[in-house]
């Protein structure tokens, strides 16, 4: 390229570390069962690491059997004596408080939540904290309103939830799971992330702090054969699962023939479509935002990137151009745009993937910035020339890997988008009102973008159609999964 | 060549720009880079008096102080230049001899531009003549709402033309543009039409200088860049008058147009009350402590 | 001499046409000690057919605009009405008493015309425009799944059938019906209807068969979006839930039992068959309130 904008500078920022020196830890987490710490009756813990310096932040309770049998237990006490009593404007006041305690605690939340998972103190002070008390606040409204949701229907709670929630948006998507289950009035028992479960046990604190009666909500960490073991559990009237959908799989398997309600919000590889009569420069922000907003660990990250031929010089060369101001490195720093990769092992499964993108003969583009030594790091990374057919363009990375494709009509570029098991999110970009509405009608996606991107709200209906998973959260409709009807 | 039809300028959505601009808001400049930083906003100032108050000793006492922004600190810059109306020119020429401050002379009917071509032809070679470093031209609006892009276009041409070597600023005046699509397509055609600098107000019109406006016209001259090679000047002008907010402009330049741009060659502040803010920062870095405007001269 | 009768051969009902099931076998349902006929065994490959017809006639039957939809289902109403004797005779022969036919037609048609009411009215009660917090405009609307694979109520010939049908098509999804194994007749009858009446081929398919040997073909093919069960058989949704997982089909089991009662008539069994789709696009603030200029 002949004029090459250079983005080095003599004028550098300087680090600007968020401080941790008000956030209190324990060395060492019980479960929280029954509105209580207990210990866990298999006796074992695991560590929790920071993945951006692979230090142990803390020693977390790894739930057995008989652990899990007791925090069901005690869900199905406080749901059979407390809570399925309660009138909705009491449970609502009690959803209240949760929700004005995690913002009185904000900061707290969001450099516990960095620290844990490597997510950029930005995001997680800006989105992930914030937007998990609006989830909270908006959910806590509903229970005293559920029969203006469902007309002519008398919705009745369920019972005791099994929750699992994924390490990619620890507490938002604990917020997603708690906020609409209480609302509805079942009690629950929650599983975070075993690499993530530190703001869940913060939680655990606000809860008891907001005096919600015991056992309505417990908290039990593990790795997934805990899970397991909740979601068999014979007392469990719904499960609610985020993450991968090979596991989500493996979930339905488990509760076939039974009763058990489930929510899945699960995988995807959303097409992000750019046209080339699009506001292109905000566009490629959108790409950006699409696909490195927190490391890509995003189940609706736009992978999959359609640029028609026409602007795909231009889009290609402004992408670059905006690839060399993200900031990589310490989450901690206010000026970091990508974190940590949440763990060693999801390390691997994306550098496999460029492994693999690189074997199918796709042309891979990272920009030159530095990455610490020690902890899990990826660069933001791009891969042109991409086939249809290359597994980088057909499976779930979820990393910060984005795979480029290039397309000439409105037809051609619909099929491949919708060429895909997964339908979870889409992303079109278009200065033309009609061609957006074409796109949205036709794109098989339980929420689609239009000229912006990754945007969430607790009033939006958020999860995905064929392997993208089922029931929604968020909204009105992200009621409906935690209740029954005549 | 048939010609350009201005109408079809890249298009700007509103909210993403707007997204793009708080991302650079949420950056934290600490320490040195703030230091630095500071010290760089000084020396892009256009240190400006446009008043139909202003006197040849009002102006003069802008002139020292451009040079001398606080004596009781030695080693700060001076600022980039003076901004002033046409017949201040031979006295604000006088006054900065020597220090390296240009004079920048607005012209062609400011602020409206609502005037004859001659007219401004005049205006401008009177600043010229008298020994303006640079004219501050504005764009005629009317025209423009009106659809005649190429009268707009030609008129810069030829007020660029009457500048001969002296730096031309094209001032948009994007408060009366009413559209970011608009302010693009504007800083298309004066970038087209010869501007060595595009500008965003006058100072007179409110809304003036706008972080999202300045970020659309920043995106123009990449644009511009990559399709001819060309380096056009940026100068944001009225509105700017904190240092945290000068620094996130010289944030979004960098991020957008690299460090070359990072120099009162291509980047000014059109503002009068930004270099004593910036100042008291500075002395709050030095001090430790909070300043106060007491302390700083107002000129 | 008294007149040969002639006997109704009963074929399957796939992509608009009337094949007999590729496999040449059939089986004979009997009521009161009476042979019913030689009704179709369909196969999994009469299943497959299905499947490709109903996904091609998806995305046509799907984008109709809700006028027409209702109109349809309308029509179909209208066809059924004139050919209420036959259903009735075929409802007597597989054993029902003669006003409890006469009851059952009656309600098909008044079933058909509750859903073709819906077409254009659902939407309106299941979509929302959601208040965010950003400056976008952000609504969600019913989309239909798909294609629905339908395993028919046993004991509810007629309108446990059309109960089944009805919601699933208002709702812009395309359908394979599995007919009750023992009360076939009114299936085949029904695609009869359905072919005159302005239904485009594919967007209702029908087979007959049995049940056992079909399920797990319904259950696990891929290119079906749900299937509805009716029925209580416990192991048989065991299977089918273990199968649908594949594709994560959807599952939804309703009543195996009569369809009488007005339970059967909500707008709830077309939502069960829809997808929520929520968009979002940017507000431009920009004027007197705006704040981004």
Not at chain 1, 222 to 228: D, I, L, M, V
Not at chain 2, 259 to 264: M, V
Not at chain 3, 228 to 240: C, L, P, R
Request: charged content about 25%; aromatic content about 8%.
């Amino acid at each position: 390229m002949k004029n090459k904008i250079d983005y080095s500078s003599d004028w550098n920022l300087d680090p600007a570390p968020e401080s941790t020196g008000h956030i209190k830890l324990k060395k060492k987490y019980d479960l929280f069962i029954g509105g209580k710490w207990v210990k866990p009756k298999s006796g074992k813990y695991f560590a929790t690491i920071n993945p951006a310096t692979e230090q142990k932040i803390a020693d977390v309770a790894e739930a057995g059997q008989a652990d899990v049998d007791a925090a069901v237990k005690a869900a199905k006490k406080a749901y059979d004596t407390v809570w399925s009593k309660l009138s909705g404007k009491e449970r609502g006041k009690y959803i209240y408080r949760i929700a004005r305690l995690i913002q009185e605690k904000a900061r707290e939340f969001s450099v516990i939540e960095s620290l844990d998972s490597g997510k950029v103190i930005r995001e997680s002070r800006d989105i992930d904290i914030p937007l998990a008390a609006a989830h909270f606040f908006y959910y806590a409204g509903w229970a005293d309103k559920l029969a203006y949701a469902f007309p002519n229907r008398q919705p009745k709670s369920l019972g005791v939830a099994a929750q699992i929630t994924p390490w990619n948006f620890p507490m938002l998507m604990i917020a997603w799971k708690i906020a609409p289950a209480l609302a509805a009035g079942n009690t629950v028992v929650l599983k975070p992330a075993e690499t993530t479960s530190l703001t869940a046990l913060k939680l655990a604190e606000v809860i008891q702090e907001a005096g919600l009666p015991e056992g309505v909500v417990n908290i039990v960490t593990g790795y997934g054969k805990t899970g397991a073991m909740m979601v068999e559990h014979k007392d469990i009237a719904k499960v609610a699962f985020t993450g991968s959908t090979g596991v989500g799989k493996i979930i339905m398997k488990s509760i076939a023939g039974t009763n058990k309600k489930s929510t899945m919000e699960l995988g995807g590889k959303a097409a992000n479509i750019i046209f080339e009569d699009a506001p292109l420069d905000q566009a490629v922000e959108g790409i950006i935002n699409g696909i490195y907003f927190n490391q890509g660990h995003v189940c609706c990250a736009g992978s999959r990137l359609f640029v028609q031929e026409s602007v795909y010089d231009v889009v290609l060369r402004k992408l670059k151009d905006r690839m060399e101001s993200l900031y990589v490195g310490d989450p901690m720093d206010k000026n970091t745009d990508i974190g940590a990769i949440n763990s060693k092992k999801q390390l691997d499964v994306i550098n496999d993937y460029i492994k693999i993108g690189k074997a199918e003969g796709a042309e891979i583009y990272q920009p030159k910035c530095k990455i610490p030594k020690k902890g899990f790091w990826c660069k933001p990374t791009l891969f042109t020339n991409v086939a249809q057919s290359n597994r980088i363009a057909q499976e779930e990375i979820f990393g910060p890997v984005l795979a480029i494709q290039t397309f000439r009509t409105v037809d051609e570029v619909i099929t491949k988008a919708n060429n895909t098991p997964y339908g979870l999110s889409a992303g079109v970009w278009t200065d033309k009102g009609s061609k957006i509405f074409n796109l949205t009608s036709q794109l098989k996606a339980g929420v689609v973008w239009a000229n912006t991107y990754n945007k969430f709200d607790p009033t939006s209906p958020f999860g995905g159609y064929k392997e993208s998973g089922h029931g929604r959260e968020g909204g009105l409709h992200g009621l409906e999964p935690y209740l029954k009807f005549d | 060549m048939a010609e350009k039809d201005y109408r079809l300028s890249p298009r700007v959505d509103q909210v993403g720009i707007q997204d793009r601009v708080d991302r650079i808001t949420k950056r934290s400049v600490k320490n040195a880079a703030k230091r630095k930083g500071l010290y760089m906003a000084l020396n892009m100032i256009d240190l400006t008096t446009l008043e139909g108050a202003d006197t040849d000793s009002k102006v003069k006492q802008m002139c020292y102080k451009a040079q001398h922004l606080h004596d009781s600190f030695p080693g700060l810059p001076t600022t980039a230049a003076v901004c002033v109306y046409p017949n201040f020119v031979k006295t604000a020429v006088q006054e900065v001899k020597g220090s390296g401050v240009k004079v920048a002379s607005v012209a062609t009917a400011f602020p409206s531009g609502q005037s004859s071509l001659e007219i401004k032809l005049l205006d401008t070679k009177i600043a010229v003549d008298n020994g303006a470093h640079e004219v501050d031209m504005v764009i005629s609006r009317g025209k423009f709402h009106s659809g005649e892009y190429n009268f707009v276009h030609d008129e810069i041409a030829a007020i660029k033309e009457a500048c001969g070597k002296v730096r031309l600023k094209v001032i948009l005046e994007t408060g009366e543009l009413g559209t970011f699509d608009k302010v693009r397509r504007a800083s298309d055609i004066a970038m087209d039409a010869g501007a060595d600098f595009i500008k965003t107000s006058t100072g007179k019109i409110s809304p003036a200088a706008t972080l999202p406006v300045t970020l659309v016209m920043l995106e123009a001259i990449k644009d511009y860049y990559y399709k001819t090679g060309k380096m056009i000047g940026m100068k944001p002008a009225g509105g700017i008058s904190n240092s945290k907010l000068a620094l996130h402009y010289l944030l979004m330049v960098k991020e957008t147009l690299g460090g070359k741009w990072l120099s009162n060659e291509w980047f000014r502040f059109g503002a009068s009350s930004l270099a004593n803010d910036v100042l008291m920062q500075i002395m709050k870095q030095e001090s430790g402590n909070y300043q106060s405007k007491d302390y700083f001269s107002k000129d | 001499m008294s007149r040969i009768e002639i006997v109704k051969t009963y074929k399957i009902y796939i992509g608009g046409k009337f094949p007999r099931t590729e496999s040449g076998r059939y089986y004979q349902p009997e009521a009161n000690g009476k042979v019913l006929g030689n009704i179709c065994l369909s196969s999994r490959k009469d299943f497959r057919n299905a499947v490709v017809a109903a996904r091609s006639a998806q995305g046509g039957w799907s984008a109709k605009s809700a006028y027409n939809r209702s109109q349809i289902l309308y029509r179909i109403a209208e066809i059924l009405e004139g050919r209420k004797n036959q259903f009735i005779e075929e409802l007597i022969q597989q054993g029902s008493k003669k006003a409890q036919a006469e009851k059952e037609v009656d309600l098909s048609i008044d079933r058909l015309i509750y859903f073709a009411g819906w077409c254009d009215k659902y939407t309106q009660i299941f979509s929302s425009v959601n208040p965010v917090a950003s400056s976008h405009f952000n609504f969600s609307v019913p989309e239909p799944t798909g294609l629905v694979a339908i395993l028919a109520p046993e004991e509810s010939g007629l309108l446990g059938l059309i109960s089944q049908i009805a919601p699933t098509i208002a709702g812009g999804n395309t359908c394979i019906v599995l007919a009750s194994e023992n009360k076939p007749l009114c299936s085949v009858t029904l695609a009869e209807v359905l072919s005159t009446s302005d239904v485009p081929g594919g967007v209702i398919n029908i087979l007959t068969g049995n049940r056992k040997e079909l399920i797990p073909h319904f259950a696990a093919h891929m290119d079906v979006n749900a299937l509805v069960y009716s029925g209580d058989n416990a192991a048989e949704i065991k299977s089918i839930h273990e199968a649908a997982v594949d594709n994560l089909k959807r599952v939804i089991i309703r009543d195996g039992g009569n369809y009488v009662s007005d339970k059967h008539e909500n707008p709830y069994l077309i939502s069960s068959l829809q997808e929520t789709k929520t968009t979002w696009h940017p507000i431009e603030k920009i004027g007197a309130a705006g704040s981004g200029y």
